[in-house]
């Protein structure tokens, strides 16, 4: 089973490119199915997540050219097939972000109902009340744990949609699904994050008529066809809050590049209040640490644009190293604190009660063996390791895999002491 190796690292420094964003990609991706014309997405990383989404796709009728790194060609000049597939939804909870197109392209899609994770029961109903309100009939097979969404014979039509939770999956499904029902539609309560605007971007370029993505209040007027893009994918912001923690875990300095600044004011805001050197530049994002008496800050996540749920974990395992201590509130997920286990594993004796972590911090980590409980978490197992005296050894790697591109080889060029290795 593959593992990474972390041992003590010394101050990190140098420069670093962040990839296209995963969440973005996939909704991208997700997208190029709602017309029969030859879509281009470029910035595309290479992740596990988007290897799932190119076979589902491929599934649906997609015929896919990825010859050229960090591109991906796609045509889908017929829906061949309108039902996911159980094993690839288990794989990637993301595949439901199919639905709204395979609704808008072809009318009807089976989907069988995505498995929760270790962070949460992960329902679709907000995704489902917004097709139901579209028009669309919604048949749940408990049994077979599949869903049935089909469009009337008047075809999708607008109207007023209010999510109880500005659910970022369920935005973008509906975003797809009206940018082709017949009349407005408005998404009120929207998720606001980066990522929906880089998708309504996309879909505007291929012919949408999308306005006022990023706000809680989003106003689509169908049309009847979709066309082809070429569209660039967005930086990825948890990667990069993800390099911000590891420069300043190990007190040293390093230039992000192809970061933007906007999209993780909340991450920057944050380091600040610790005493982390952060300024925009021109190339992105350079973070100081370097001799600074760093010092503990409460955090607490929400949907954007407040502290994003999937930096928590990385940042818990910074402020365990920290003076002083500090509360990790999770407001997004009900079960986002299986990294906690691990991170006392390695002395961080973090205390966990319902929603709210409380880290005593000052600690010196030492190496241990570790798992990686999901995609974030284990990025959050690789900082500390960077610090913890001794060797740390995480497995379940593939989580991390999944969703941050070369991790190992971008964190090796910055001086980190990391290696992946296959032997168990
Ligand atoms: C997206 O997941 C991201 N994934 C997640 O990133 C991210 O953590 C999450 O948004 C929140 O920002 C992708 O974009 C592929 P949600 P999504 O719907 O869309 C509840 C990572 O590490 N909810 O905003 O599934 C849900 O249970 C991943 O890259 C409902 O109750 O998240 C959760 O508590 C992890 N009903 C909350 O909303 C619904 O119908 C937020 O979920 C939908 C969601």
């Excluded at 929207?190 to 971007?201: G, Q, R, T, Y």
């Excluded at 920057?268 to 100081?288: F, S």
């Amino acid at each position: 089973m593959a593992k990474i190796l972390v041992n003590k690292s010394g101050p990190l420094h140098g420069e670093v490119k962040i990839s296209g964003a995963k969440n973005s990609v996939l909704p991208l991706l997700a997208a190029t199915i709602m017309t029969e014309d030859s879509c281009v997405i470029e910035d595309v990383p290479n992740l596990a997540d988007v290897s799932v989404m190119k076979q589902i796709l491929k599934k649906y009728g997609a015929e896919i050219d990825d010859s050229e790194k960090g591109v991906i060609k796609t045509q889908t000049k017929e829906i061949v097939s309108c039902e996911g597939d159980k094993d690839l939804v288990q794989e990637m909870r993301a595949s439901i972000f199919t639905m709204g197109p395979l609704l808008a392209r072809h009318g009807k899609v089976i989907m069988p109902m995505p498995g929760g994770c270790t962070i949460g029961k992960r329902p679709i109903d907000l995704h489902l009340k917004g097709f139901r309100a579209l028009g669309a009939k919604v048949t749940e097979d408990i049994e077979n744990e599949t869903v049935t969404v089909e469009v009337g014979p008047s075809g999708l039509i607008g109207d007023v949609i209010y999510l109880d939770f500005p659910s970022v999956g369920a935005t973008e499904n509906i975003l797809m699904a009206a940018s082709m029902a017949k009349g407005t539609t408005i998404i009120e309560n929207a998720a606001k994050e980066p990522e929906i605007i880089d998708l309504a971007n996309q879909l505007n370029k291929m012919g949408a008529k999308i306005k006022s993505a990023g706000t809680d209040m989003i106003r689509i007027e169908g049309v009847e066809k979709l066309s082809g893009c070429v569209h660039e994918a967005i930086p990825d912001r948890i990667e990069t809050g993800t390099f911000l923690l590891a420069a300043a875990i190990t007190r040293g300095d390093i230039l992000i590049k192809n970061a933007i600044p906007g999209h993780v004011r909340p991450i920057i805001a944050k380091l600040r209040e610790c005493n982390v050197g952060i300024e925009a530049t021109p190339e992105g994002i350079y973070v100081d640490a370097r001799d600074r008496e760093l010092i503990a800050t409460d955090i607490k996540t929400l949907p954007y644009p407040g502290l994003p749920t999937d930096i928590q974990s990385p940042f818990m395992a910074f402020l365990t190293t920290v003076k002083g201590s500090s509360v990790v509130r999770e407001t997004v997920f009900e079960n986002r604190f299986m990294h906690v286990v691990e991170l006392n594993r390695m002395g961080a004796d973090i205390q966990t009660e319902n929603r709210e972590a409380r880290v005593p911090g000052g600690k010196k980590l030492h190496g241990a063996k570790v798992r990686a409980t999901d995609l974030r978490a284990g990025a959050a197992m690789v900082i500390a390791g960077l610090v913890a005296d001794g060797t740390t050894e995480i497995s379940e790697i593939y989580h991390i895999e999944r969703g941050y591109e070369d991790l190992v080889n971008k964190l090796k060029s910055l001086g980190a002491d990391i290696m992946k290795t296959d032997r168990d």
